[in-house]
């Protein structure tokens, strides 16, 4: 196994496509209401109001999810019912996983690495999601359990008294909400790259790909 016996990951974003979840979800309901949006309308205004609607006292990712969608309704007119902004937090268990997902969870089970998942989600909702992973996880820590979000470093020191001194990789997409804070904390990490951005800061994770099919290579290459 090389190095590491534990591999943790962050979940939406890193395994499961969660632009193309909420994109779904937004124009779905809009549509349902006679609400025509486009797909980068939609990305766009999540990215401005979700993190303004995490600061501040912890509120659970249900309602975070429907503050964004009151909000997306709020900015371009679109009368949403009152329950109505529960569409969007119903939706996270139907957001698929990326393709190269459970191959890749799959092929590290089975080589014998513990899996892990640290994610920004309530435990009912990310309870649908494992529903469409092929693994078990040794480690399941969320939001909810630690009262914040990434990039504040509770999951991560969660996950550290659990896995005690073994060996420890985590692999996520966000440079923002995973690598940073890996990096801080001296965590070794895989920056999967799947939008092909460059870094927002100084820190550098351990290795970067482009997609979890190459996941093992670059085990195969820190081992080396």
């Known amino acids: 196994m090389g190095p590491f016996e534990y591999i943790t990951f962050d979940c939406y974003g890193t395994l499961i496509d969660w632009r193309t979840g909420i994109i779904e979800a937004v124009l779905g309901a809009a549509l349902e209401d006679g609400v025509k949006l486009d797909a980068g309308q939609v990305l766009a205004l999540h990215h401005r109001l979700e993190p303004d609607i995490q600061r501040g006292a912890f509120r659970s990712y249900r ?80 939001a909810q359990q630690v009262r914040s979000y990434k990039p504040a ?3 991560f020191l969660r996950a550290r008294e659990q896995i005690g001194d073994a060996p420890w990789l985590h692999v996520a997409q966000s440079y923002f909400h995973d690598i940073e804070p890996a990096t801080t904390l001296g965590i070794a990490s895989v920056w999967v ?28 290459v820190i081992r080396s």
Do not use: C, M
């Open 153 to 155: 470093h509770d999951h």
């Open 63 to 142: 309602e975070v999810l429907e503050g964004v969608a009151r909000g997306i309704a709020r900015e371009v007119g679109w009368p949403l019912k009152a329950g109505g902004e529960a569409y969007l937090p119903d939706s996270v268990p139907t957001w698929r996983p990326f393709e190269d997902t459970n191959r890749a969870l799959t092929a590290l089970a089975d080589a014998g690495y513990r899996l892990g998942l640290l994610s920004n989600v309530d435990d009912d909702l990310l309870s649908g999601t494992l529903r469409q992973l092929a693994v078990e996880f040794d480690l399941l820590i969320t």
């Open 193 to 220: 790259n799947r939008l092909g951005e460059a870094p927002g800061g100084e820190a550098r994770p351990t290795a970067e790909t482009a997609s979890l099919d190459g996941l093992l290579d670059v085990l195969n």
